[in-house]
């Protein structure tokens, strides 16, 4: 299974489209088989999800992405997980583990719309922690 993971330096991204690059990680029987890392070619509606299914990705990990984007990658049999942040070195592991926590959505409705990479902000909920369900890694 490949899993593609939005990146900023050692860590996941917030929102999946304003990354600067993605991660891909292979994991099989719980172990990293390869892990590879992408530029993000830019955030233009409907483009992500179709790059990352020719990158082979089976599922998606991120801090948040909108309701549109949720169901292109549905379009392209991606599975999401969201609700995703920390170190990436963490969050691979514990997709290893099948302990890969995910919850709501980082990003509130519209905070990526029309923006891409030069965004530098996201509004992004303060209030309480997100609502954690359990994964036990992408299916």
């Not at 929102?15 to 991660?23: I, L, M, N, S």
């Not at 990658?73 to 583990?97: K, P, R």
Request: a negative charge; hydrophobic letters at 30%.
């Amino acid at each position: 299974m490949r899993i593609a993971i939005p990146t900023e330096g050692q860590s996941v991204s917030a929102h999946f489209g304003r990354c600067p690059e993605f991660t891909l990680v292979d994991v099989e029987a719980g172990q990293v088989q390869q892990r590879q890392t992408v530029k993000n070619p830019g955030h233009v509606p409907g483009f992500l999800p179709k790059f990352l299914k020719e990158q082979g990705a089976d599922c998606i990990v991120s801090g948040g992405m909108g309701m549109r984007a949720r169901d292109l990658f549905a379009q392209q049999e991606i599975e999401v997980i969201l609700g995703v942040e920390g170190s990436l070195e963490e969050v691979i592991q514990n997709l290893c583990d099948g302990t890969l926590q995910g919850g709501d959505s980082l990003c509130q409705p519209g905070g990526g719309k029309g923006y891409g990479l030069d965004k530098t902000e996201c509004t992004h909920g303060d209030e309480d922690q997100p609502h954690q369900h359990h994964h036990g890694g992408c299916s």
